[in-house]
């Protein structure tokens, strides 16, 4: 079992210093969001939204259709939708759930010696 460490960062969103907790893992893709969302921030308050509070909900609209227009878009776009990687992805899912159901099997509570038997 890997134990993910939390870490503080430091980020700027709307010239507004703000501190977050991530691991190292996602930390990458935190600082990648954050930079998105100030950019549209940015983008509301040039386009004349004079407030924080407004320039972030406009932020936020904005990229909340972006991704309903990303997900509603045909699955041709999408190369996950390639029927060849969907069936390997089928049977990787299948495969990790034979092995959770035999680790499920042999699974001991404290103080029981016998395995846990659906």
Excluded: F, W, Y
């Excluded at 134990?3 to 930390?27: C, F, K, N, P, Y």
């Excluded at 940015?42 to 909900?57: D, Y």
């Excluded at 992805?89 to 509570?109: F, P």
């Amino acid at each position: 079992m890997t134990i993910m460490t939390q870490q503080r960062i430091e980020v700027s969103l709307a010239g507004q210093r703000i501190t977050l907790a991530t691991t190292a893992e996602h930390e990458p893709l935190l600082r990648q969001a954050c930079a998105l969302v100030d950019e549209q921030i940015q983008l509301a308050l040039a386009g004349g939204n004079r407030s924080i509070e407004r320039a972030t909900m406009m932020a936020a609209i904005k990229l909340a259709g972006d991704l309903i227009s990303m997900e509603q878009k045909p699955q041709v776009d999408n190369p996950t939708a390639d029927p060849e990687h969907l069936q390997q992805i089928e049977q990787e899912v299948l495969a990790l759930e034979e092995q959770v159901d035999v680790l499920l099997k042999t699974l001991s509570l404290p103080g029981a010696p016998r395995p846990i038997v659906p």
